[in-house]
T-cell receptor
Framework: GENVEQHPSTLSVQEGDSAVIKCTYS??????FPWYKQELGKRPQLIID?????GEKKDQRIAVTLNKTAKHFSLHITETQPEDSAVYFC?????????????FGGGTRLMVKP | DGGITQSPKYLFRKEGQNVTLSCEQN?????MYWYRQDPGQGLRLIYY???????QKGDIAEGYSVSREKKESFPLTVTSAQKNPTAFYLC???????????FGSGTQLSVL
């Protein structure tokens, strides 16, 4: 089955700096890659996703890049703010149309210092 | 609040006891899921249901049971066979039209 590795497990940045979180996956058939943000004690929320037919997607200060050949994808947050502090999870799936197919990475705890 | 309600927020289990976690959604989603989250780890799939009266085991189903008698409800029972039940449990439902997974607010289960 699919295996998703996420790095780093913790990341501390100064407010205004950029943060990058990287994930690798094992199944070359995976074609859907969402990112979730989970604030302390709250539910994970989808912040951005990418499908295998594109290499990059942006939404304001957040971007995700995908390298299908190398089987890795990354989350980029620019101009970080204290409210970006949370745990971020990447995931990979064989299909966007099946939540049961999602395999999650281990999570990255991002701390943005004011 | 996302249309998925989990209760209770905190739950304590005694040795040898079965406990049931509630998950209700009013989003009219067919598919529902239960995930377990341990500290410093990702989400692991326990059980899922694609439609009423049908459910399938996920990656870590041992010691758990579910039912799906109504579209809106997908309760999870943590049985006494689950020897390490302390974790944060998340229920989710899937919006096929928008291809998005929505999570409930979670239940923290602890052993007394």
């Amino acid at each position: 089955g699919e295996n998703v590795e996420q790095h780093p497990s913790t990341l501390s940045v100064q407010e205004g700096d950029s943060a990058v979180i990287k994930c690798t996956y094992s199944d070359s058939a995976s074609n859907y890659f969402p990112w979730y943000k989970q604030e302390l004690g709250k539910r994970p929320q989808l912040i951005i996703d990418i499908r295998s037919n594109v290499g990059e997607k942006k939404d304001q200060r957040i971007a995700v890049t995908l390298n299908k050949t190398a089987k890795h994808f990354s989350l980029h947050i620019t101009e970080t703010q204290p409210e970006d502090s949370a745990v971020y999870f990447c995931a990979a799936s064989l299909s966007a149309n099946a939540g049961n197919m999602l395999t999650f990475g281990g999570g990255t705890r991002l701390m943005v210092k004011p | 609040d996302g249309g998925i309600t989990q209760s209770p927020k905190y739950l304590f289990r005694k040795e040898g006891q079965n406990v049931t976690l509630s998950c209700e959604q009013n989003l009219n989603h067919d598919a529902m899921y239960w995930y377990r989250q341990d500290p410093g780890q990702g989400l692991r799939l326990i059980y899922y249901s694609q439609i009423v009266n049908d459910f399938q085991k996920g990656d870590i189903a041992e010691g758990y049971s579910v039912s799906r008698e109504k579209k809106e409800s997908f309760p999870l029972t943590v049985t006494s066979a689950q020897k390490n039940p302390t974790a944060f449990y998340l229920c989710a439902s899937y919006d096929r039209d928008h291809e998005k997974l929505f999570f409930g607010s979670g239940t923290q289960l602890s052993v007394l």
